[in-house]
């Protein structure tokens, strides 16, 4: 059983750029949550989708905006970035959307310049 | 809006011994749940322990258990025989029980020492 693996690692971009994140979700996990984690902070959710469906959101602008595919992997995509997006991005998998076993991978690093 | 609050940045444990972290939360929910997450240097959160808010007893994982106060909001993890292992950034996690959004408080860094 494969673990949840995100990519890349690691991303500098500059503001005003978009960036896309990719998560594929742990197998048999039908749901993918995305977080913020600045540093220092915990992480603030982003939103979940399940079966390829927005399903509940979080306080970030429109321009975080995701994908599920058929396979149930993800993406998010931050447009125009600012400073303040510099933060680890985590994906969490699930079996069902309330179901409170996450399994996270482990994370991207953005780093806005 | 539920928030949680973790007032210890930073703890410090020696090896084999006990330590106890604090979390307390603010919610007007009766159906809720909490967990206790760890995030070691690897960055990827695990899962330590939950607790659903109606169940009176308290959760235990091997060397891991809870003191859930409902009426006081606070939610403590103890680490028994403390190892170098769980040394690592711990997140205090409150779900609502039919809401997704996940709400962590701001950790608190674990050092072992040996």
């Known amino acids: 059983e494969t673990g949840v693996t995100q990519s890349p690692t690691h991303l500098i971009k500059t503001r005003g750029q978009q960036v896309t994140l990719r998560c594929s979700s742990q197998?048999?996990?039908?749901?993918v949550s995305w977080y913020q984690q600045a540093l220092g902070q915990g992480p603030q959710f982003i939103f979940q989708?399940?079966?390829?469906?927005?399903?509940g959101r979080g306080n970030f602008p429109p321009r975080f905006s995701g994908l599920q595919f058929p396979n149930y992997s993800s993406e998010l995509n931050v447009n125009a970035l600012e400073l303040d997006d510099s933060a680890l991005y985590l994906c969490a998998s699930s079996r069902g959307f309330l179901n409170e076993k996450l399994f996270f991978g482990s994370g991207t690093q953005l780093s806005v310049l | 809006a539920q928030t949680v609050t973790q007032s210890q940045p930073e703890m410090s444990v020696q090896e084999a011994e006990t330590v106890t972290l604090s979390c307390t939360y603010d919610t007007s929910e009766s159906d809720y749940y909490l967990f206790w997450y760890k995030q070691p240097p690897s960055r990827q959160m695990i899962l330590v322990i939950r607790?659903?808010?109606?169940?009176?007893q308290n959760a235990t994982e091997n060397r891991f258990s809870v003191n859930f106060q409902k009426a006081a909001k606070s939610f403590s993890l103890k680490i028994s025989d403390s190892q170098l292992g769980d040394a690592a950034m711990y997140f205090c996690a409150y779900r609502r029980g039919n809401n997704n959004d996940m709400r962590f408080g701001a950790g608190t860094r674990l050092t072992v020492k040996p």
């Open positions: 197998s048999g996990h039908n749901t």
């Open positions: 989708y399940y079966r390829e469906e927005e399903n």
């Open positions: 607790q659903e808010a109606y169940k009176q």
